[in-house]
């Protein structure tokens, strides 16, 4: 076995902006009053994108979306803002310093046509967003992938 476990979220809203110019300070800002209004962030991503924009993307409880788009508009008028309906976040955590783990997980997704919608990795866990109506399979498939589905013999 290569890695210790998997979990899943329950369904998660998720906030994607855009970010125009070098305003690297964009996603703590949106942490900070997040923190301050008690909504718990499940997943972040910040990256510069291949346009030279900052892309933003924010996980949250599903019935807090709304008041997190305030946030961010408030925060950032300017900034463009869509949202990704019925997601969930799937994470394997591997034992520590093994490279094949992340190959794996996004491999078998990727053969298996489950679309990654977002991916972050760290020395404890590997953690992608993936459509909710695709969890339950994604979860399966990644379970045979890392050897936590016994095979049962039916010969006795």
């Given at each position: 076995m290569l890695i210790n476990g998997i979990k899943t979220s329950p369904v998660v809203g998720c906030i994607k902006g855009i970010v125009q110019g070098n305003n690297f300070?964009?996603?703590?800002?949106?942490?900070?009053?997040?923190?301050?209004?008690?909504?718990?962030?499940?997943?972040?991503v910040q990256i510069r994108n291949s346009n030279d924009l900052i892309d933003i993307t924010l996980c949250i409880n599903p019935d807090?979306?709304?008041?997190?788009?305030?946030?961010?508009?408030?925060?950032?008028?300017?900034?463009?803002?869509?949202t990704l309906p019925s997601l969930?976040?799937?994470?394997?955590?591997?034992?520590?310093?093994?490279?094949e783990i992340s190959f794996i997980f996004l491999k078998t997704l990727?053969?298996?046509?489950?679309?990654?919608?977002?991916?972050?990795?760290?020395?404890?866990?590997?953690?992608?967003?993936?459509?909710?109506?695709?969890?339950?399979?994604?979860?399966?498939?990644?379970?045979?992938?890392?050897?936590l589905i016994r095979q049962r013999n039916i010969n006795g």
């Open positions: 300070s964009a996603l703590s800002s949106f942490l900070k009053t997040f923190g301050e209004r008690n909504i718990n962030i499940l997943f972040a807090r979306v709304e008041e997190g788009i305030a946030i961010i508009k408030k925060i950032s008028p300017n900034i463009r803002v869509t969930n976040i799937i994470s394997v955590f591997p034992y520590r310093d093994n490279p990727e053969n298996e046509s489950i679309p990654v919608l977002a991916v972050s990795t760290s020395l404890s866990s590997i953690s992608c967003l993936v459509p909710h109506d695709q969890i339950k399979e994604a979860e399966d498939y990644l379970k045979k992938a890392f050897g």
